[in-house]
């Protein structure tokens, strides 16, 4: 029997501290949900395996701590990310406006081949807090600020009711595989146009 195609996908999970981050992880990949919040220290990850057409893709999902002293860190674990998964809470309007803070930070931090093309998802979570009536950041506004980044997948999610956090990570996986598929054919490129420079004898030693 052939063996699936296997594929292993990093993906970065960014945001403000206590929007969920941790929560939306552990509901996807353990099916838990915890009212004690503890605060991620540095970061962490998780590993989900799924079928994805024929590949058999395993998620390497990085949890990372919102506070502003761990920033830092953050160069050693972008690199070679796949998708960046952006993080805010619905009824907290802060948390949304430094979205852009951590799209500019990944971007430059992680320095992907093409920044303009780089796959990011957006996810509104905590969509149960007192039934929705403490939500302050609008769907609308929400999507127009992922159209004016190139029209990046948005989901509203509870990872508390567990409702939408499946969609959100499939459409993540997906969008990241899609990425990696990309880069291969990129590095693929570089590479042919690299043995044809060497077989016109284009090296000057």
């Not at 948390?95 to 093309?117: G, I, V």
């Amino acid at each position: 029997m052939l063996m699936p195609n296997r594929s292993l996908l990093k993906v970065i999970v960014l945001g403000d501290s206590g929007v969920g981050k941790t929560s939306l992880m552990n509901q996807y990949v353990y099916k838990k949900f915890s009212q004690q919040y503890k605060a991620t220290i540095g970061a962490d990850f998780v590993t989900k395996e799924l079928q994805i057409d024929d590949k058999l893709v395993t998620l390497q999902i990085w949890d990372t701590a919102g506070q502003e002293r761990f920033h830092s860190l953050g160069i050693a674990f972008y690199r070679g990310a796949d998708c960046c998964i952006l993080v805010y809470d619905v009824n907290v309007p802060k948390s949304f406006e430094t979205l852009q803070n951590w799209h500019e930070e990944f971007l430059k931090q992680a320095d992907p081949t093409d920044p303009d093309t780089f796959p990011f998802v957006l996810i509104g979570n905590k969509l149960d807090v007192d039934g929705g009536s403490s939500r302050v950041v609008s769907e609308k506004t929400a999507r127009d600020w992922c159209a004016l980044k190139g029209n990046i997948p948005y989901f509203e999610t509870s990872a508390k009711e567990d409702y939408n956090v499946d969609a959100a990570f499939l459409c993540i996986a997906e969008t990241a595989l899609a990425n990696e598929h990309e880069q291969d054919i990129y590095l693929h490129r570089i590479s042919e146009s690299i043995s044809e420079t060497e077989q016109s004898g284009g090296c000057a030693c």
